[in-house]
């Protein structure tokens, strides 16, 4: 059940490999809004960063497709990333999610949902073949006092 959001934003991006590093900032810029440490902006930046690869990897592999990256400040201190895609889909998901596993070739290392599944609480994935992916992870951050 998808909890009321306090406040969510959507952006659609190209899936050329120079959007990366503007989903990894926006996704920071957007995460400040809950006073995150370091080390949880850090994890954040990398689970969004290996997402947003994967997309831009392997949904369009040989084209230049779209990717919507949804983030979303829930109840509970809780910040919710959704990455999605409408490229080739992943035909074994939980292959996929296996560590070294990839499709990508050698110069890949088939690391990305591992990593996803380290820096966050909860790790969703689900994909269609020929209809596209979509990933959708979860991280609770530290309540940190405020200070006036």
């Given at each position: ?13 190209p899936?050329?490999?120079s ?5 990894r ?16 902006l850090?994890?954040?930046?990398t689970?969004v960063?290996?997402a947003?690869?994967n ?18 400040v ?8 959704t990455?999605?895609?409408?490229g ?6 939980e ?14 290392s ?6 996803m599944?380290s ?13 596209g ?8 951050l ?6 006036k």
């Amino acid at each position: 059940m998808r909890s009321k959001a306090i406040n969510e934003v959507t952006l659609e991006f190209p899936s050329r490999s120079s959007n990366e590093g503007f989903a990894r900032s926006a996704a920071a810029c957007f995460t400040a809004q809950m006073d995150p440490t370091l080390n949880e902006l850090e994890d954040i930046k990398t689970a969004v960063s290996e997402a947003v690869t994967n997309a831009i990897v392997h949904a369009y592999p040989d084209a230049i497709g779209t990717v919507t990256l949804k983030m979303r400040v829930c109840p509970g201190n809780v910040l919710e990333l959704t990455v999605k895609d409408r490229g080739r889909g992943i035909a074994d998901v939980e292959k996929a999610r296996q560590p070294m596993f990839t499709t990508g070739g050698a110069e890949r290392s088939g690391m990305g949902f591992t990593i996803m599944e380290s820096f966050m609480d909860n790790l969703t994935v689900r994909s269609v073949p020929g209809r596209g992916t979509t990933v959708t992870m979860k991280k609770k951050l530290a309540a940190r006092l405020k200070t006036k």
